[in-house]
């Protein structure tokens, strides 16, 4: 079966930085779109990156020149820069097939367990 399994998140100070990976097995990971999602407390799930099959990227206004999503063989990355306290969230990576653009949560059928992201002030 499908597993997006993710790793790499923790506590760091304002200004800091982590890095998040998604390891991805049970799909051929080349055709799918990969995304970056954040849920915080008593917030809605927001998208903050996606990737395609050719590497073309998008990213949420937000996260824009600090965040850096990649791909390689079947591992999904999220490089974070000049963290902010608004990026404490618990961050999934998630997949869906070949459609693109891909903002909308609803369209990805897998997802991660999540990983927690806390950036102290």
């Known amino acids: 079966q499908v597993q997006l399994v993710e790793s790499g998140g923790g506590l760091v100070q304002a200004g800091g930085s982590l890095t998040l990976s998604c390891a991805a097995s049970?799909?051929?990971?080349?055709?799918?779109?990969m995304g970056w999602f954040r849920q915080a407390p008593g917030k809605e799930r927001e998208f903050v990156t996606a990737i395609n099959w050719s590497g073309r990227t998008d990213y949420a206004d937000s996260v824009k020149g600090r965040f850096t999503i990649s791909r390689d063989n079947a591992k999904l990355y999220l490089q974070m820069n000049s963290l902010k306290p608004e990026d404490t969230a618990v961050y999934s990576c998630?997949?869906?097939?070949?459609?693109?653009?891909?903002?909308?949560?609803?369209?990805?059928?897998?997802w991660g367990q999540g990983t927690q992201v806390t950036v102290s002030s």
């Open positions: 998630a997949a869906r097939y070949s459609m693109w653009p891909a903002r909308n949560p609803l369209d990805y059928g897998y």
């Open positions: 049970g799909l051929p990971f080349s055709s799918y779109v």
